[in-house]
């Protein structure tokens, strides 16, 4: 039987084993065979964290949905919304608690109303009244809002919040590291530099992040790289950063989707979608750990496959994730533990469950969470 060699050169396997990927590797990576880069992203996902797939239960909460903010990519904002009580906000968390979840994740819009002291009341209440659950909240944009509003440093507000009690920030509100592209998509957000600040002086201040890359609207393949590449940096320096996800972005019901729609453009493809998780996992080999393929925005079928191009985790539960379908994701608001372990055992791996810092939890009959060490 005839087998075709591989065409990727061995240098450049070298290099991706060393964590010494470059950027015309990547592009070589990418315009050659896609499944010997998902071939090369897996065996490196195996040397770095085995055959076990994580998975946290967790919660949103979306304490407003109310934004002085003009990203064109948003369907979720509203001029006249809601803003949860701070009671509202213990509810929610509670009903979490009680299924099960380990994690809330508190997120919110850039309003007046929202300054430092509003998040930290909000921190330091769910903190007392459930003081096992992590909450991993805020994103860069509103810590660097929230500090202006109240005439303090980002690096003041960012100590505060982790004395109330804030676990982990957020990674989000990067959508694309690139000047170029947030003056079109998201003119009033934080530049590059800016974010690349908040997230280093959270990382110094003691506040481990997650990082994000909201890819497929009107970024270059290049900046989708150079994005990859500005979160190896920062990790190289500070190490703080426990995951990648990767995030589609979802064309429907907003400015941004509505003019890729027009030009016959409908989102991005699944191949491209494992192509960039199967990259991420080669440039940041030896750096971050773990590559999150998240089932709200491929589909659960999609992230099962991406178990084998290079992820290693499949995100939250959620229990509810307005923002993607209000933009129009049709996967569902919520994914059982249950569902989660039949997944990742039908892609042929082992289940663990994990808290936001990526330490395995085991239960006792109790049902407490014991956070294990780092996994």
Request: aromatic share 8%; net charge negative; with cysteine.
């Amino acid at each position: 039987m005839y087998t075709k060699k591989p065409t990727t050169p061995e240098d450049v396997i070298e290099r991706a084993y060393q964590g010494k990927c470059t950027k015309e590797d990547a592009f070589l990576l990418l315009e050659g065979n896609p499944f010997e880069l998902f071939e090369l992203a897996n065996n490196l996902r195996a040397s770095t964290v085995g055959d076990t797939v994580s998975y946290v239960v967790n919660r949103n909460i979306y304490i407003t949905n109310k934004c002085v903010g003009n990203c064109g990519f948003c369907a979720y904002r509203t001029e006249k919304g809601y803003i949860l009580s701070v009671e509202e906000i213990l509810e929610k968390a509670g009903e979490a608690r009680k299924a099960g979840a380990v994690e809330v994740c508190i997120q919110g819009g850039y309003i007046p109303e929202a300054d430092v002291e509003f998040y930290l009341e909000i921190i330091e209440s769910v903190k007392a009244e459930f003081p096992d659950l992590c909450i991993h909240a805020l994103s860069p944009m509103e810590v660097n809002y929230a500090a202006g509003i109240s005439g303090m440093s980002v690096e003041e507000a960012l100590r505060r919040l982790k004395k109330s009690g804030l676990d982990s920030l957020t990674g989000t509100s990067a959508e694309i590291l690139s000047d170029r592209v947030r003056k079109i998509i998201c003119p009033g957000k934080i530049n590059t530099q800016q974010w690349i600040d908040t997230i280093t002086a959270a990382h110094k201040a003691g506040i481990s992040t997650n990082s994000t890359i909201m890819y497929g609207h009107v970024e270059t393949l290049e900046e989708r790289l150079d994005h990859v590449f500005i979160i190896r940096e920062i990790q190289k320096e500070t190490g703080g950063f426990t995951e990648l996800i990767p995030m589609a972005f979802l064309p429907y019901n907003n400015p941004v989707g509505e003019k890729m729609i027009a030009s016959g453009k409908f989102s991005t493809t699944g191949l491209e979608d494992l192509q960039l998780i199967a990259i991420s996992r080669v440039i940041l080999h030896t750096y971050v750990n773990n590559i999150q393929a998240t089932w709200v925005k491929l589909g659960k079928k999609l992230a099962q496959v991406a178990l084998q191009c290079g992820a290693n985790d499949l995100g939250g539960t959620l229990m509810e994730d307005q923002i993607s379908t209000a933009s129009g994701g049709s996967n569902g608001e919520y994914v059982s533990p249950a569902e989660f372990e039949w997944m990742i055992k039908g892609a042929g791996r082992t289940p663990v469950q994990r808290d936001t810092l990526y330490r395995k939890i085991e239960r006792d009959f109790s049902n407490k969470v014991n956070p294990l060490p780092i996994l």
